[in-house]
């Protein structure tokens, strides 16, 4: 049965805080940032700098995550794990589940698009709060489709998996606006992926990969609540699709360092043969330890 919003919200991340024991704790509270839809540590539509946990140099930590985009057309959910080993070195594993409509289910080629992504992140300069310069992470995800059928049936020149890469630079200004904590992000991406590779990667005339922008900028109104927006640049690979890009204002609220939740309204625009696909983006991210 597939999940609504409603447990998104309230049951899973109840489940997942009564499982906690400790978290790390070598950060300020809300610099581990959230975590993206692709699993790595970051915003919600855009991978940052950071890395997904609260360790110190000396400290491991773990983080859980479960995401659910519905825009009016399609759903996507998206559930993960994200280890950070003393603040150095990100692993991330992400399973999206991409709901088909009925218009697509018809045609005989299933009713929903499943997709791995396994990241990997290393810090290469900086700290986001301390040093004068931005933290720079350097970031690989790599995609693999359960069923290339979709993507293959579309134009799509591969359509079982793809690799992106991308470098990241993130910065919190202290007291920046009016007194309020202000962070930024850029983000360019060398990436061959259709809508983050559910619909698989380049096509026969785009065979490389494309360089792209993506960005985040958010205020936090206090240590506990954080308020932005995000812009994500996307290739337009395929003939018979228009891509556009991705923007997303959103909410985060962070009340300890074992949890927090977000809530943000996406505008994705084209999806495949949907126009103007707008909605709500609920995500969740718990640290074991």
């Known amino acids: 049965m597939k999940k609504t919003i409603l447990q998104q919200l309230f049951l899973w991340p109840f489940i997942l805080v ?21 699993g790595s540590g970051g915003g919600g539509i855009v991978p940052w700098a950071t890395l997904s946990g609260y360790d110190s140099q000396e400290q491991v930590s773990v983080s859980a995550f479960n995401t659910h985009v519905s ?5 996507l959910n998206v559930i993960g794990l994200a280890t950070s080993f003393y603040d150095r070195v990100e692993f991330s594993i992400a399973r999206q589940t991409f709901d088909l409509p009925n218009s697509v289910i018809g045609l005989g080629l299933g009713d929903e698009i499943n997709q791995t992504i396994y990241g990997l992140k290393t810090r290469l300069y900086g700290d986001v709060i301390y040093s004068q310069f931005p933290q720079l992470s350097f970031g690989i995800q790599y995609k693999k489709l359960s069923d290339g059928a979709i993507a293959g049936a579309i134009g799509a020149a591969e359509n ?11 910065k919190v200004h ?9 962070v930024w992000n850029l983000t ?7 809508q983050m590779g559910l ?22 109104l ?13 290739p337009d690979n395929l003939a018979a699709f228009k891509e556009d890009n991705w923007k997303d204002i959103f909410i985060t609220y962070i009340p300890n ?19 103007k696909q707008q909605g709500i983006y609920v995500s969740t991210t718990g640290y074991l330890w």
């Open 160 to 170: 079982q998996q793809g690799v992106d890469y991308y470098l990241a630079a993130t």
């Open 188 to 194: 360019a991406r060398a990436t061959k992926a259709n």
């Open 18 to 38: 009564t499982s906690l024991v400790y978290a790390a704790d070598g950060k300020l509270l809300a610099t581990a940032g959230l975590t993206q839809v692709e």
């Open 199 to 220: 619909l698989g990667f380049g096509s026969q005339p785009k065979q490389d990969h494309q360089l792209v922008f993506e960005a985040s900028l958010g205020v936090l």
């Open 222 to 234: 206090s240590r506990n609540l954080a308020i932005g927006v995000e812009y994500r640049q996307k």
């Open 257 to 275: 360092k074992h949890f927090n939740i977000t809530l943000a309204y996406a505008d994705l625009g084209n999806i495949a043969v949907a126009d």
């Open 174 to 182: 202290l007291g920046a606006v009016n007194g309020y904590n202000l």
């Open 71 to 75: 825009v009016d057309d399609y759903q």
